[in-house]
């Protein structure tokens, strides 16, 4: 098992910024990618960005250039900072961590709410 734990949401006017961090713990050498999706109130949980364990990244479009996913391999930290935030980036922040190659193991953390005021 992996626990996932999320910390950073928070409000931010447009045009701030605010970094979100998930430490994961347990048995993580199970997975291989790290992410960031985010569900917005009546929509669908999208994927805002990934970073897999060779260090590749992939965002939404909606977000590129303005976020940024790292990582700290010694704490098994993922990072995303959020900048030029837009009202439309509100939404409730999950972290996933799971195995990209056989798929047998997906979790998530609890989720970290990022309001953005106009």
């Known amino acids: 098992q992996v626990q996932l734990v999320e910390s950073g949401g928070g409000l931010v006017q447009a045009g701030g910024s605010l970094r979100l961090s998930c430490a994961a713990s347990?048995?993580?050498?199970?997975?291989?990618?790290m992410g960031w999706y985010r569900q917005a109130p009546a929509k669908q949980r999208e994927l805002v960005a990934l970073?897999?364990?060779?260090?590749?990244?992939n965002y939404a479009d909606s977000v590129k250039g303005r976020f940024t996913i790292s990582r700290d391999n010694a704490k098994n930290t993922v990072y995303l900072q959020m900048n030029s935030l837009k009202p439309e980036d509100t939404a409730v922040y999950y972290c996933?961590?799971?195995?990209?190659?056989?798929?047998?193991?997906?979790?998530w953390g609890q989720g970290t709410q990022v309001t953005v005021s106009s």
């Open positions: 996933n961590a799971r195995n990209i190659v056989t798929m047998e193991v997906d979790y």
């Open positions: 347990g048995s993580t050498f199970t997975i291989n990618a």
């Open positions: 970073i897999i364990r060779g260090g590749s990244t």
